[in-house]
Structures are given as structure tokens and as C-alpha cells.
């Protein structure tokens, strides 16, 4: 170990505050008493979906690189203001953009039919005008592997594997192998492009766009989804004994070096400022919806409990509480990682001492999950929470968990996390879809939400134990 890496742990040693993990202090009466009056503000105040209603009416779609994600941040900056945050900033994160132009297709044999697609992240183009070929057919990613190399020169792949619906979102990992690598495997089956059915669980005619695994420059082949009805149909004419021809026109463009932001915001704690409690959730969104769902709601639900235990405690928290609005997500945890890769840069990655995002919509939450890393002298902390959010409908659920997808980095450097389980059975109807709208979020969802954050927030905050 270097000796400025042993000054440095030293250092942390002996002025951390924090009383060792290896006592067993519990939550005092006043903590809970006080979490259990947040939980009751919080299920009356309809903070959160206000905010809300502004993100996706006044702002709309935040996709990086457009004047939507610029308006997005200068909103989270202003609004966080107004809601007396004792310290808001932002951080600059770089990346490359890149944006959607047109996108169309057609079915030209056996007989024509328009279809409803959506480029896939960072697609490269079509030849200008578009590409026309038929289409091979495999049932799922595995057995588009089995191809030999180079034998679908001049065809197009196409995938048409189903994600399952579960509440807990299960279904969603195993089918998502065909959008973030696809392009990869069909480049090297010698397809000229890629065409996946959605990832996604709904039935209507809406496409389900989505990241690859190309963070800079294109997709080795343009790729592209297909609305589930429409991959429903290219399936029957196959199943009738015709090989569709098809024409896709995709264009893209690589935007080049930008900067974006991450959004952030502090309440200041009494006696530990420097130790954080890290909530938030996704600023940026898709382009093709209003990003309500993904992830405006977990947005808003994160300041808005920041908000509430601000102005509604007697005095502020022990640690500081810091909501950040992460930028970048979509297109790979950007912002999240440029987040944690700079504090453990500047050493203060040991204050982090828990966090969580809430980024699967907008549903009620039904469950807290903790991961694995939470010290046994702490679990009884969690599941005191979990009791007080028990009025909620809210139960403890064993299972590790990094928190969420703008966590994973920092749950990486080992800050403990939990995960405020929501019932994310419609969230894949929705996701990354146009229909990712306003209209489709519940309030009293929203209050709920609110109030188990609030809960979390407070306690992870306030006990003065360690999580490590």
C-alpha cells in the first residue's frame, strides 16, 4: 500500500465521528417517533407529483446533448433552490452525444406494411435512404450464436425473444442481452443490420428504445426495435412460410464531445455535514416520451423528500442528506460514474455512508432490500425502518441489492445501499417508450413513495451508528 494511501485511510480513522460498527446502538425512540410523523406528512403532501407535473410539462423529454436535458438542469437547479436546499450545485460530466433523425420501415414483401421502430442507442445509419433486405429469424439471442460467421451476408437479423412481465422487474435482464449486444453478434454473422422485438411487456404499438453497449462512436451494425405487435406480425408471416424483405431507414448523429450535468443538492447535517446519506434518482431521459416514469417520478420523489425532512424536524439530521439528479443514465451511468470516480478521487468516497436511487417509475413501494455489505450491528436499523413503513404496505425482503443503477458505482467502492422495492408490474409497458408520460403516474403512488424515502432518509441520517 502507498504511504499517501495509509496517511489517507489513517486520517479517516482517527477524525471519523461516527461511533464503530462494532457497537450495537439502537434507534432512539425520538428517531422513530420522529420518522413516523415524516411518514404521516409525507402521505398528505403532494410535493413530488407537482414537481413532477413541472419536470415533464415545462421541460419535456431530457435526452443529453438536446436543449430538453439543457432546461432539464437548469430546472433541477431552480427548483431545488426554491425548495430552501442549504447548498445546490452542479458537476460537470463529459461524454459523447448522439441523437435520433429519422427512423421508418416497411414490410415490401409478401405484401406492405408500415412498421412502428425506434433506433436502439447509438445506431449507426442506414445508407442514406435506407436499406432493403429480407430477414432471418431467431427466436432469441442464443440462437442467433448458433449462425455460423458470415452466413447472413446480406439479410438482416431478427430477434424476436419476449421479456417476461414480473413485479420485480426479472424479466428485464435476460431479455436485454439482445439490445445491448446484438449489434455485435449480428456485425459477426455478417447481418447488414439488427431488428429486435421491444424490450418490453406491453402490447401496444409503441417501440422500446434502449441502450447498447457502445459508449462512443455507432453500433457495429444499425439497430434497431420493432413495437411488440409489429414483431407479432413479421412472426406470423413467417409462420406462413414467407420471408419478409424489408426496408429500414435509420439516420443517426454522433454529436461529438459534450458536457452534461449532474444536479445536486444538500441539506446539511448538524453534527456530521461531512458524512453523507445519498438519495436521487436519473435527471435525463428518452427522447420519444416526456421521461415521467424513467425517471422523472424517482427525480421528484428524491427532492421532494429532501424537502420535507428540512421543513418538518425539529432540528436537521445528523448527517447531510444529498439528493443528486444524476445525468446521463441512459446512454451508460455517465453521470453516476464520473460521480464516484471523482470522490474516490478526492478521498471522500468513506463518507458516503449509505445510499439508494429511485429509478423503476412511479408504482407503491412493497418491500426494503439491503445489501449484503451492511454491517450485522446495523441490520437492526434497516429493519426498524422497514416497521415504521410497515403502516405503508411495506414489508422487509431479504435479497442483496446495489441500490439502483446510478448506485451500482458507488456500491462498487463498497457504500452500502438499500433498495425501496416498487411494484414495477406496468413499468415495462411504459419504459423507454413515447407513452412514458405524465398522465400515467398515480399520485397517491407518488405520496406513498414519498413517504417510505422519507423514512429512509431520516434514520439512515440520524442514527449516529455505522452502516460499514
Known sequence: MKLTKIMAVAAFLFTAPTIA?????????????????????????????????????????RHPGTPGEKAGIEWGVKQLQALGFDKVYTEDVEMNGWVRLVETA????????????????????????GLEAQIVHFESYADLEKAADGSLKGKIAFISNRMERFKNGAGYGPANIARSKGHELAAQKGAEALLIRSIGTDDHRNPHTGATNVAMGYTMVPAVALSNPDADQL????????????????????????????????????????????????????D????????????TIAMATGALIKNNTKMRPRRTIRVILWGAEELGLIGARAYAKARKADGTIAKHIIGSESDFGAGPIYGLQSSDNISTNAIHVIDTMAGIMGELGVTRRNGNTSGG?????????????????QDGTDYFDLHHTPDD??????????????????????IAAEWPGSFK
Open 21 to 61: 460498527s462494532s457497537e450495537i446502538i439502537p434507534v432512539s425512540k425520538e428517531t422513530k417517533e420522529m420518522a413516523a410523523n415524516l411518514r404521516d406528512i409525507a402521505i398528505k403532501d403532494d410535493s413530488a407529483y407537482e414537481l413532477l407535473k413541472s419536470l415533464t410539462t415545462e421541460v419535456g423529454a
Open 106 to 129: 416497411e414490410v415490401l414483401v409478401p405484401s406492405y406494411q408500415k412498421m412502428i421502430i425506434t433506433a436502439l442507442g447509438r445506431s449507426k445509419s442506414t445508407p442514406e435512404g
Open 235 to 286: 412472426v406470423r408471416l413467417i409462420g406462413y412460410g414467407h420471408n419478409p424483405k424489408i426496408r429500414l431507414n435509420i439516420q443517426t448523429k454522433d454529436l461529438g464531445a459534450i458536457v452534461t450535468k449532474n444536479v445536486i443538492g444538500e441539506i446539511t447535517g448538524r453534527e456530521l455535514p461531512e458524512e453523507i446519506v445519498v438519495i436521487g434518482g436519473h435527471l435525463d431521459s428518452w
Open 288 to 299: 420519444l416520451g416526456t421521461g415521467a416514469v424513467d425517471d422523472g417520478a424517482g427525480v
Open 405 to 421: 443503477p446510478d448506485m451500482i458505482p458507488l456500491a462498487a467502492l463498497g457504500v452500502p445501499a438499500v433498495n425501496l422495492m
Open 437 to 458: 408520460t405524465f398522465d400515467k403516474v398515480n399520485p397517491k403512488h407518488m405520496r406513498q413513495n414519498v413517504a417510505a424515502w422519507s423514512v429512509f432518509a431520516y
